[in-house]
């Protein structure tokens, strides 16, 4: 059982940068592919950027190519989203996700918040 817990959220102006973190417990981090999503209000959760098992191939959606990178620090079970150039549209409440096989995890997520 992986248990998650992101960070870093908070309100930022347009063209601003944030940092999250996200935090995993247990000792199979390196088991789990971990990608961040996002849903922002009224809308349907959806794919953010993940990263591979020991960070050699990450994927980006479309929407945040050249803005945000993901990265992990398996000695330190945590996953980072950074994200550069915010937008208003990337105002979201964000998630991290941990999956391995049939094992699939969520944080409770952070709210980011860009105003214009």
């Known amino acids: 059982q992986v248990q998650l817990v992101e960070s870093g959220g908070g309100l930022v102006q347009s063209g601003g940068s944030l940092r999250l973190s996200c935090a995993a417990s247990?000792?199979?981090?390196?088991?789990?592919?971990m990608a961040w999503f996002r849903q922002a209000p009224g809308k349907e959760r959806e794919f953010v950027a993940a990263?591979?098992?020991?960070?050699?191939?990450?994927d980006y959606a479309d929407s945040v190519k050249g803005r945000f990178t993901i990265s992990r620090d398996n000695a330190k079970n945590i996953v980072y989203l950074q994200m550069n150039s915010l937008k208003p549209e990337d105002t979201a409440v964000y998630y991290c996700?941990?999956?391995?096989?049939?094992?699939?995890?969520w944080g409770q997520g952070t709210q980011v918040t860009v105003s214009s």
């Open positions: 996700n941990a999956r391995f096989g049939v094992f699939n995890h």
């Open positions: 990263i591979s098992r020991f960070g050699r191939h990450t």
């Open positions: 247990g000792r199979t981090f390196n088991n789990y592919i």
